[in-house]
């Protein structure tokens, strides 16, 4: 058995990294932490998004299908926005009764969602 302390990063595939840097950067807003543009790494407060190209690394692409929540302090008012910048989301913002959420991809089709629980 290890002993494992935390997440460090998640990898999030990509086929064009200047694109996805951008979308993460500017349209999310999350702040790229690596000095290299070549492995971006933005960070979200508790696990960071690193974007990698498989095909550098002899794998192929394929977009993540479960997804990434996201957490934000309002829902709606993110949706809004991103909206605003082009973002397609999936359906109308869920409310499970516990928390909101809402669904769309980034720009190499990863599943993304914005998350904010609202009950203890």
């Known amino acids: 058995m290890i002993s494992v302390e935390r ?13 996805a840097r951008r979308f993460y950067a500017e349209t999310l807003g999350i702040r790229n932490s690596s000095p290299d543009d070549q492995w971006p790494e933005f960070e979200t407060g508790n696990v960071s998004l690193y974007l990698v190209e498989p095909e550098r690394i002899g794998r192929e692409f394929a977009p993540h299908t479960a997804h990434i929540a996201l ?42 969602m914005l998350h904010r629980r609202y009950a203890p």
């Open 7 to 19: 997440t460090d990063f998640m990898s999030v595939p990509v086929r064009d990294i200047e694109r």
């Open 71 to 112: 957490r934000v302090p309002d829902v709606a008012e993110a949706r809004a926005r991103l909206e605003k910048a082009g973002v397609a989301f999936q359906g109308e913002i869920l409310d499970t009764g516990v928390c909101h959420m809402a669904f769309f991809e980034d720009t190499e089709g990863n599943a993304l």
